[in-house]
């Protein structure tokens, strides 16, 4: 059977594109409605709350497209396509769990709010598995549904033996997938973890002989307004460019500013309270030596939430001088390094 006669069968790019952006919409206004009246919960859960919105989508796309529902979300429906086995008839309830966690999992860790993953869990082991799942995981989903023309299955697709078809289409000859995107997709899922995490891990080696960004988080969190806490430190190089009266001549004016930043996730919606952000900056600056040596301390103090699905922030800077607080005793600094 030709292509041109199986593309009328197997659906194409842009209708599920255009399904996907429908539930998408869906679940976001269910997202959204739920966080009127769970918002507080929602803040209370922190990273947790991705879970709670991965859950969510499970449900609906689990169900959704599995033999309950005909294989059809709501905006598959709409774009009149839907989930079918080798058989071109729908999958079960288990196999379409399957499915979307495949798809779902690298993209709503991604997705994740800046609180996950947790400092103590950036180990190399751990640094490694989560860049192969989010950045391999979605790398893969992506270019497979752009280029594997012949089936139009993306990895969850394949991994699960479905397809994704017009309505009123009856089964028909498949032309197999070809074979050199098994090799891209495999490039794709190591080239994150052999390129990416031995950059992120200097980065990181960096931010500890900074300090020890970890022990002033918790000291951080220890405040009852507080519910979660990232710090780091770094340099920027500021680039001027400037060209001279009357030549061609250009120049380049280097400004190096040092910084540390605190990200503070609140309980309560306190983002404009100065008086919070100066006890945090204090916290900070006394039992953090290095940042003597910074020319700006800045707290950030953030109230709101992400499921994953819907979400809601609000931001407020502050800068200090750091030099402007007394740094601790040494006992008090001990007591710093040893949590």
Same mark, same amino acid.
């Given at each position: 059977?030709?292509?041109?006669?199986?593309?009328?069968?197997?659906?194409?790019?842009?209708?599920?594109?255009?399904?996907?952006?429908?539930?998408?919409?869906?679940?976001?206004?269910?997202?959204?409605?739920?966080?009127?009246?769970?918002?507080?919960?929602?803040?209370?859960?922190?990273?947790?709350?991705?879970?709670?919105?991965?859950?969510?989508?499970?449900?609906?796309?689990?169900?959704?497209?599995?033999?309950?529902?005909?294989?059809?979300?709501?905006?598959?429906?709409?774009?009149?396509?839907?989930?079918?086995?080798?058989?071109?008839?729908?999958?079960?309830?288990?196999?379409?769990?399957?499915?979307?966690?495949?798809?779902?999992?690298?993209?709503?860790?991604?997705?994740?709010?800046?609180?996950?993953?947790?400092?103590?869990?950036?180990?190399?082991?751990?640094?490694?598995?989560?860049?192969?799942?989010?950045?391999?995981?979605?790398?893969?989903?992506?270019?497979?549904?752009?280029?594997?023309?012949?089936?139009?299955?993306?990895?969850?697709?394949?991994?699960?033996?479905?397809?994704?078809?017009?309505?009123?289409?009856?089964?028909?000859?498949?032309?197999?997938?070809?074979?050199?995107?098994?090799?891209?997709?495999?490039?794709?899922?190591?080239?994150?973890?052999?390129?990416?995490?031995?950059?992120?891990?200097?980065?990181?080696?960096?931010?500890?002989?900074?300090?020890?960004?970890?022990?002033?988080?918790?000291?951080?969190?220890?405040?009852?307004?507080?519910?979660?806490?990232?710090?780091?430190?770094?340099?920027?190089?500021?680039?001027?460019?400037?060209?001279?009266?009357?030549?061609?001549?250009?120049?380049?004016? =280097?400004?190096?500013?040092?910084?540390?930043? $605190?990200?503070? %996730?609140?309980? &309560?919606? @306190?983002?404009? *309270?100065? #008086?919070?952000?100066?006890?945090?900056?204090?916290?900070?600056?006394?039992?953090?030596?290095?940042?003597?040596?910074?020319?700006?301390?800045?707290?950030?103090?953030?109230?709101?939430?992400?499921?994953?699905?819907?979400?809601?922030? =609000?931001?407020?800077?502050?800068?200090?001088? $750091?030099?402007? %607080?007394?740094? &601790?005793? @040494?006992?008090? *600094?001990? #007591?710093?390094?040893?949590?």
């Amino acid at each position: 059977m030709s292509e041109e006669k199986q593309a009328k069968s197997i659906s194409g790019f842009w209708r599920r594109l255009g399904a996907f952006a429908i539930d998408g919409i869906i679940l976001g206004l269910f997202g959204q409605g739920l966080g009127v009246f769970f918002g507080e919960l929602f803040v209370d859960l922190g990273a947790w709350g991705s879970l709670m919105g991965f859950a969510i989508a499970l449900v609906y796309f689990g169900v959704m497209n599995s033999e309950i529902a005909a294989g059809q979300t709501l905006g598959k429906k709409v774009m009149k396509i839907r989930v079918v086995d080798g058989d071109n008839q729908p999958i079960s309830l288990i196999k379409s769990f399957g499915r979307f966690s495949i798809f779902g999992i690298p993209y709503f860790l991604n997705g994740a709010s800046p609180q996950f993953p947790p400092p103590e869990m950036l180990t190399t082991f751990w640094a490694y598995v989560l860049t192969i799942i989010i950045f391999g995981g979605l790398s893969s989903i992506v270019y497979l549904y752009l280029f594997n023309r012949n089936t139009r299955q993306s990895l969850h697709d394949l991994l699960m033996r479905t397809y994704v078809v017009n309505v009123g289409m009856d089964k028909q000859h498949v032309v197999e997938m070809w074979r050199p995107h098994v090799a891209v997709v495999s490039l794709l899922f190591l080239c994150p973890a052999i390129v990416l995490v031995p950059v992120f891990s200097t980065d990181l080696q960096q931010q500890q002989q900074f300090a020890d960004p970890v022990s002033i988080e918790q000291l951080l969190r220890e405040n009852p307004a507080v519910s979660y806490a990232s710090v780091e430190g770094g340099e920027r190089i500021t680039r001027t460019l400037r060209t001279g009266t009357g030549t061609t001549e250009t120049t380049y004016v =280097i400004a190096e500013t040092s910084y540390v930043i $605190a990200n503070v %996730f609140l309980r &309560k919606n @306190e983002v404009s *309270n100065t #008086k919070l952000a100066r006890e945090l900056a204090e916290l900070v600056a006394t039992n953090y030596q290095d940042v003597q040596k910074k020319d700006v301390l800045k707290i950030n103090l953030i109230y709101g939430y992400h499921i994953g699905i819907y979400g809601q922030s =609000i931001r407020y800077p502050y800068n200090f001088n $750091a030099q402007e %607080f007394e740094i &601790k005793t @040494e006992t008090n *600094n001990a #007591k710093v390094q040893n949590i």
